[in-house]
């Protein structure tokens, strides 16, 4: 799990490359001479870990390089992440080289290329670093959104620039930027191992579960809803259903359940005995009702008939009418009489000669059809009788009709004034049919629920595993184990403080989280590092806290860089490089032992550690010693820089 330090590699405009070289679970110190780019390693190493900006200084190296790489040792392999230094007016360039593998070769300038970008660099880091799925959820009421750690968080535990080794407000990389402080307490606990892998895998199944009590609470005041407003409409129909005589007194029960219950059997139940009687009692009723609907469709019938009757006799008359009127006219002419000598061809009226076709019929035919005429207009005369016969028939069957219909209704009347208990008996089973009715419209609206025993104990079962959940999660459990872990890291320090020999090293030290300071417990009360004084104690301080967090994230396997930078600590004794040069053994030689127990400590803590973590310091120090002087992997000095000097002569 994660990685340390192999090589950092400078590509220059040149074609060429410079190379440094680190060895892994080993203290590694550049010992140099100012202005020699110490300060610029570790720009250089963080911009390569994904920074969203490049904060290398402008001057020979922006000036001389184009790409910075660094390799690194990773748990299966090794991996090569170069990175092209940003344009002028840019903040970072987007071009990253990246490749991987068991043993991975330093590439040639040529070989140089964009195959990936920072976001995803920073995605296969948080990988490397063994960071897994996790999540920080801001306590209620706080407007911050939730935060994931990455790589970029695991970073703050391994770079102590020379500005921040020796501050007094400032505990880790990049604290004093807006916003650093709280990522810093958000992402502690995990880093810590305060909240574990299986955390995000707890919080998705404890929002499953909240969520599904949510549902059940809905359904359970859903049913407590319709209970509450159910139970004086229940009572209330209930007691309709007692007052009708459909239930016997005294049934009305105060529990819902119970109230529905007597609903249901009302229902289901025939009708009481009353109601049989209604229906002997009104067979005639309801036969002199079946008579008058008969009767009046028997003289809608006759009506019909009589006015068709009418009708036809009315036809027959006018033709008798007119067919005696015309006969009469042709006699009074004596048109018909036969008479010798009569001359056909001459027109009787005006004695004008007719030609062939306009020759009248002769009178014999005449008065052949005359007599047919005359045959049938008896026939109607005669049959005329009859049809007034019928009409008076058909006006007789209407009054014979209009007659039953008045005595139908009076008997009707006269039995409905007559039986007023039949009119009672009516009306109550008219109300029973009314609460009946009303009683099944209430059961059908009901919402179908289910036994709210089983949904209050599933709801209990789910109560109990978020219960469980939540005291697994909760910022009391997790700040508890966060004082647990601070206190074991408080034993570290409190030693190695007293091996520096820093002020209050007597008093108990923590770390406060709260205020991301140290803090010594001194018998005034508590004493952070910013009321401590003298830049010995800062260094020293910084020194304690993060090689006493080091060592925990080792031991606990923890997803946090096994390396640690350190750029210049002993710059509160020898704050020029020639001081070191020059002091001797008079004046100096406290500050001298002080600077050789700082590393003396750190090669402590890298043996106590091997080989799970590296410590890299650049420094003016030189110690004439042989373990200082076997951990020295560059020196600075004499023209040799970070940049070689032949590089800017071109």
């Not at 207009?377 to 058909?394: D, G, Y």
Request: charged share 30%; aromatic share 6%; proline share 5%.
């Amino acid at each position: 799990m994660s990685f340390q330090v192999l090589n950092v590699v400078l590509y220059g405009f040149n074609r060429e490359k410079r190379v440094l070289s680190f060895n892994p679970g080993r203290l590694n110190i550049i010992t140099g001479a100012s202005k020699t780019g110490k300060t610029a390693l570790i720009e250089i190493m963080d911009y390569c870990l994904g920074s969203s900006e490049c904060g290398i200084p402008e001057g020979i190296i922006r000036q001389t390089v184009e790409w910075v790489g660094i390799r690194l040792q990773v748990t299966d392999g090794q991996v090569f992440i170069a990175r092209r230094l940003p344009n002028a007016g840019q903040a970072a360039s987007s071009d990253v080289f990246y490749i991987v593998g068991k043993d991975v070769t330093l590439p040639e300038y040529p070989a140089l290329t964009q195959t990936t970008n920072p976001k995803a660099l920073e995605g296969l880091l948080t990988a490397h670093a063994g960071i897994s799925e996790n999540v920080h959820e801001p306590p209620p009421g706080q407007t911050r959104n939730p935060l994931t750690a990455n790589i970029r968080h695991a970073l703050f535990y391994c770079f102590q620039q020379q500005s921040e080794v020796i501050s007094n407000r400032h505990l880790f990389h990049k604290q004093s930027e807006p916003w650093i402080p709280q990522t810093i307490k958000d992402t502690m606990p995990y880093f810590l191992g305060a909240v574990d892998d299986e955390h995000v895998a707890k919080m998705v199944e404890l929002r499953r579960l909240r969520h599904d009590l949510r549902g059940l609470e809905r359904r359970l005041a859903e049913h407590e809803a319709v209970r509450g407003r159910g139970i004086s409409r229940a009572q209330g129909l209930l007691s309709e259903a007692v007052d009708i005589g459909l239930r016997p007194s005294g049934t009305v029960s105060a529990e819902w359940e119970e109230c529905v219950a007597l609903l249901k059997d009302i229902q289901s139940k025939p009708l009481p005995g009353e109601e049989k009687e209604i229906t002997a009692e009104g067979d005639e009723y309801e036969r002199l009702q079946s008579e008058r609907h008969q009767l009046t469709i028997d003289l809608h019938r006759i009506k019909e008939q009589l006015l068709a009757a009418q009708a036809l006799s009315s036809d027959r008359q006018g033709y008798s009418r007119e067919a005696n009127a015309q006969l009469a006219r042709l006699r009074s002419i004596q048109l018909f009489e036969e008479k010798d000598g009569v001359d056909h061809g001459v027109c009787p009226l005006c004695q004008s000669q007719l030609v062939e076709n306009q020759i009248p019929p002769f009178i014999s035919d005449l008065r052949q059809s005359i007599n047919e005429m005359e045959a049938q207009m008896r026939s109607v005369e005669e049959r005329s009788p009859q049809m007034q016969k019928v009409v008076r028939t058909l006006e007789g069957r209407i009054e014979e009709s209009q007659r039953k219909l008045r005595e139908n209704r009076e008997l009707l009347e006269a039995l409905q004034a007559s039986n007023q208990r039949l009119q009672a008996l009516r009306d109550r089973a008219a109300r029973r049919a009314h609460v009946l009715g009303r009683i099944g419209l209430y059961l059908e609206s009901l919402p179908a629920l289910e036994d709210t025993g089983d949904l209050k104990r599933e709801m209990e079962d789910l109560q109990g595993q978020i219960s469980q959940f939540e005291e697994e999660l909760s910022d009391e459990v997790v700040q508890d184990r966060i004082q647990s872990y601070l206190s074991i890291l408080s034993r570290d320090m409190g030693e190695w403080a007293r091996e520096l020999h820093l002020e209050h090293s007597e008093y108990p030290l923590r770390l406060d989280l709260k205020r991301l300071t140290v803090v010594a417990d001194g018998n005034e009360g508590p004493i952070p590092m910013e009321r401590m004084g003298s830049g010995e104690n800062w260094v020293g301080y910084h020194l304690i806290s993060h090689f006493a967090l080091h060592k925990w994230f080792v031991r606990r396997n923890r997803p946090v860089p096994r390396f640690l930078f350190i750029d210049q600590p002993s710059q509160v004794y020898f704050p020029e490089d020639r001081d070191w040069e020059q002091a001797g053994e008079g004046g100096r030689g406290e500050d001298r032992e002080a600077v050789s127990r700082m590393y003396r400590l750190g090669l402590e803590v890298i043996q106590q550690l091997f080989p799970a973590f590296q410590v890299i310091i650049t420094d003016h120090a030189n110690i004439d010693e042989p373990w200082f002087q076997e951990c020295i992997v560059e020196r600075w000095r004499e023209g040799r820089k970070l940049v070689p000097p032949e590089w800017a002569e071109r």
